[in-house]
């Protein structure tokens, strides 16, 4: 017999569903040497957000040509097309409330309103927070935003921006003549800012062009660049124009098919999940920062930089990271080392794991002797594991008897040691009270490349877990 929770899982597999991050397929590019050869290996898919085409990519690029998920590309994110198809099947399961406690650039925010069911939205990232909700502005009058953008335009062009006061990495990035006309849309912007949604829809269109009109590189995992050069830049005031013409067209496009109820967006911690209550969700559709060292605050660097949030990279600590979930060395370079990591592996909530993790993490602190970073992965895996064990707690208390949890996430093997990321998930989230898990395998990683750091096979898929 065929249970539901089978069902589900199977259903979704006839849909070409792998759904991951484009940083996390860039994952395994960083541990090769050989990133050119991928380049243009992600099929583009040209596909109206309205049509019943199958979900074909793994990234958050497919996003790029859908209205409003086009507005600022960030690459952490994962695909709505499949994101849509699951709500939508689930959906005819009765599960109408949807949660995602690491909620991005707001793609399951964007399809929940689509698909016509509630749904919440929890990021902790200040500015990825902000640039989300400016997403669901969409609902503005399309052509007031658009005066309203196009007067602020205005303004700049007929002022001189200035380049003094920005700091050295913007100086860096920009040559005088875009920085100066960057600032004078800025300037202009700050003087019309009176808070409303469609001044910070105007502030997204100018985020959203920063990378663009910059000659500097971007690398993997969105991180920015100086010393590397792109060919194609692009002039700030038509960029600015032509991103504010493409966003107001987008929402009178989305304003003309029928709307669900507006999702909410908390700027607040997945490890408490505080404004939602208890038993509210029944579906959580989410992908939570990987074990990987990512720094999900140096991927904004030069957007919070132009805008002052942060003058030089250890503002990043305080202005981001200390929020997050902690997934990168930076994350625990304040912990005392070996100490902190003894106390955090020997804590109640690692029980279920506890002995694998301490043989891991023994291993990763005698390994790290013999690499010139010394990087501490070994903190950097026991505090990912203590965090995420809180998560796990937090949405407990928040879904309901019955509800269903995706998590998409894939592994990882710092040093080459290896950290059976799926299964350690799936045993906290079992012991936070949660019936039963099962990893749904979309993808193999680290087997592809000759130049690889390591040769340990990785894997990313879904975690579905049973509430
Ligand atoms: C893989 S990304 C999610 C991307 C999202 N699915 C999308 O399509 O845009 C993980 C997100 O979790 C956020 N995050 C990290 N720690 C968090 C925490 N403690 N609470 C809430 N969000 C957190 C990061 O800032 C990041 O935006």
């Known amino acids: 017999m065929i249970t539901q929770w ?33 380049k243009g290996s992600q099929a583009t898919l040209r596909t109206n957000q309205s049509s019943n085409r199958k979900a074909n990519s793994s990234t958050f690029s497919d996003n790029m040509s859908l209205p409003i998920h086009r507005w600022f590309r960030y690459s952490a994110g994962f695909s709505a097309i499949w994101v849509n198809q699951l709500i939508e099947q ?7 409330r949807i949660l995602d406690p690491f909620a991005g650039s707001g793609t399951v925010l964007l399809e929940g309103e689509r698909c016509n069911v509630e749904t919440i939205g929890i990021e902790a990232h200040p500015f990825v927070s902000r ?19 196009l007067s602020v335009l205005e303004k700049a062009q007929k002022t001189e921006g200035s380049i003094e006061g920005y700091p050295e990495l913007i100086k860096r990035c920009y040559p005088a003549e875009s920085l100066a006309r960057l600032d004078s849309l800025r300037r202009a912007w700050e003087e019309d800012n009176d808070g409303s949604s469609i001044s910070e829809l105007t502030w997204l269109a100018l985020t959203s062009i920063l990378r663009s ?9 969105q991180y920015v660049l100086p010393n590397k050069r792109k060919a194609k830049v692009v002039d700030p005031y038509d960029a600015f124009q032509e991103k504010v013409q493409l966003m107001s067209r987008d929402m009178a496009e989305r304003q003309n098919s029928i709307g669900g109820p507006e999702g909410r967006l908390y700027q607040e911690d997945a490890r408490q999940c505080l404004s939602v209550s208890n038993g509210w969700a029944d579906l959580v559709i989410t992908s939570p920062p990987y074990v990987n060292n990512y720094d999900y605050a140096d991927a904004t660097r030069l957007e919070m930089s132009f805008w002052g949030e942060v003058q030089s990279w250890s503002d990043l600590h305080y202005a981001v990271r200390q929020y997050l979930v902690r997934s990168c060395t930076q994350h625990v370079a304040k912990l005392k080392l070996n100490e902190k990591v003894h106390e955090i592996v020997c804590d109640p909530l690692l029980e279920p794991i506890h002995s694998e993790l301490a043989a891991t993490c023994k291993s990763l602190e005698a390994e790290r002797e013999n690499h010139g970073g010394r990087k501490p992965y070994h903190a950097m895996v026991a505090a990912y594991f203590y965090d995420m064990a809180r998560v796990f707690i937090a949405l407990r208390r928040v879904t309901a008897k019955g509800s269903l949890v995706c998590f998409v996430i894939g592994d990882s093997a710092p040093y080459g040691i290896y950290v059976p990321v799926d299964r350690w998930l799936g045993e906290l989230a079992k012991s936070s009270g949660f019936v039963s898990y099962r990893f749904e395998k979309t993808r193999d990683r680290n087997v592809k490349w000759k130049n690889r750091k390591h040769r340990v096979p990785l894997h990313e898929g879904r975690l579905w877990i049973k509430g």
């Open 131 to 149: 640039i989300a909700r400016a997403k669901l502005y969409w609902r503005e009058s399309p052509s007031r935003f658009r005066d309203y953008a």
């Open 6 to 38: 089978e069902d589900s899982v199977s259903v979704l597999n006839k849909f070409e569903s792998v759904q991951l991050n484009l940083f996390k397929e860039m994952e395994e590019n960083a541990e090769t040497k050989n990133n050119d050869r991928r």
């Open 90 to 96: 689930e959906k005819a399961n009765g599960r109408c």
């Open 213 to 221: 009109c910059s000659p500097a590189g971007t690398a993997q995992w």
